[in-house]
């Protein structure tokens, strides 16, 4: 299992082996354990791009699955890694699965790209001992990965770091499996719930929007998931594309509130809605996720999506971007902006709220320049 973290979502130095292994868990956003950790690096090698995580393989595999992560920094314009080995214990020998750097020495070798470092460690946590395999001087302990600069900007930036990956796969279960089966059955015998008689195709519409506005304010007010009847019209909602890609609009600029409004609710809804109609919701929240960085979630939220509707060609498209550690800002015109503003989308303040510069109907999201 691989999990990638697109680049750019931090401009923290870290300035040692130590404060790099320390901060794993927030560049991935949750702790690894009995893992590979690759950091790319971008040419001309002092900017982490890519970082791609994977569980230790047995020995019989380790060449097969080195040569399956390389190619993605190669493509990607980097000039190496480095690699961070989390697991096993050390002997008089040094740090456990040499032969496993071996296998990556050799495949970088083949496409002309560094191995800058290779570190080890127990585990990630204070006081753990670490080590390098091409320097035996090379060792030390690592401090609290709460105190490095890194663990500073990732929470200042508001992201979540979780204690283990399924810590984080967990979050994306349904909340009730019982409520998924009644929405299924109740959308198998009426799929298009907000439909109702002599309405025309801009009533539906309209109809999708104010759900979704409606949504939006339940999740203000704090009112909990939605009930089946709810659920069953926003999965209709979101079956119109111009609904759809108006919604990845909400992703831009990230970190606003309306994005963290926006992203809280997909992942509502992902908990909430039976497949297909998930699928929708997982694209909104892997789609959000990516504009904001945080690339575990938004690798499991499209790998959710593609397994809630194999077929679908956007969730399909994302995934296949995410795997590469595409840069996220080359994905803002997947969002439709002017559709977004034109549907009213953006659901209003409270009433006698203030609302923040720029946030009520009619604002037009700004893409990054």
């Not at 790099?20 to 868990?25: C, E, G």
């Not at 296998?103 to 390098?132: I, Q």
């Not at 204690?163 to 499996?177: D, G, N």
């Not at 299924?184 to 506005?213: F, H, I, K, Y």
């Amino acid at each position: 299992m691989t999990t990638s973290t697109p680049p750019g979502i931090t401009r923290a130095t870290l300035s040692n082996p130590a404060d790099l292994i320390a901060s794993l868990p927030y560049l991935l956003a949750f702790r690894p354990d009995d893992s590979l950790v690759l950091l790319g690096h971008r040419v001309p090698g002092t900017t982490l791009g890519l970082t791609v995580r994977a569980d230790l393989p047995p020995r019989e595999i380790q060449a097969a699955q080195v040569d399956s992560l390389i190619p993605r920094f190669a493509a990607l314009d980097h000039s190496g890694v480095t690699a961070v080995i989390v697991g096993g214990s050390a002997d008089e020998h040094g740090p456990p699965h040499a032969e496993l750097i071996d296998e990556l020495t050799r495949a970088l070798s083949e496409h002309k790209l560094r191995l800058f470092h290779a570190l080890w460690t127990p585990e990630v946590a204070p006081g753990a001992r670490w080590s390098c395999y091409l320097d035996p001087d090379c060792q030390g302990v690592l401090p609290d990965p709460q105190e490095t600069v890194l663990a500073a900007a990732t929470t200042e930036a508001g992201f979540v770091v979780f204690r283990s990956r399924e810590e984080l796969a967990a979050v994306l279960k349904p909340r009730s499996p019982e409520a998924i089966t009644r929405r299924a059955e109740l959308l198998a015998s009426d799929p298009e719930p907000l439909r109702g008689p002599d309405m025309s195709q801009s009533d539906v519409l309209d109809a999708a929007v104010t759900e979704l506005r409606d949504a939006f304010l339940r999740h203000r007010r704090g009112a909990g998931p939605p009930d089946d009847d709810q659920a069953v019209r926003l999965a209709h909602a979101l079956t119109f594309t111009a609904v759809r890609d108006a919604c990845l609009a909400l992703a831009v600029p990230p970190q606003t509130s309306l994005t963290r409004e926006a992203e809280e609710l997909w992942l509502t809804l992902v908990r909430e809605l039976p497949p297909p109609h998930r699928a929708e919701a997982g694209i909104l929240l892997g789609y959000a996720a990516l504009m904001r960085g945080e690339g575990a979630l938004a690798g499991m939220a499209l790998a959710n999506a593609v397994e809630a509707d194999p077929e679908h060609l956007v969730a399909q498209l994302l995934q296949a971007v995410w795997n590469i550690g595409t840069d996220p800002a080359k994905l803002t015109g997947l969002a439709d902006f002017g559709t977004a503003v034109d549907l009213g989308l953006d659901p209003p303040p409270e009433p006698g709220s203030a609302a923040e510069p720029g946030q009520g109907r009619g604002r037009r999201p700004e893409p990054p320049s």
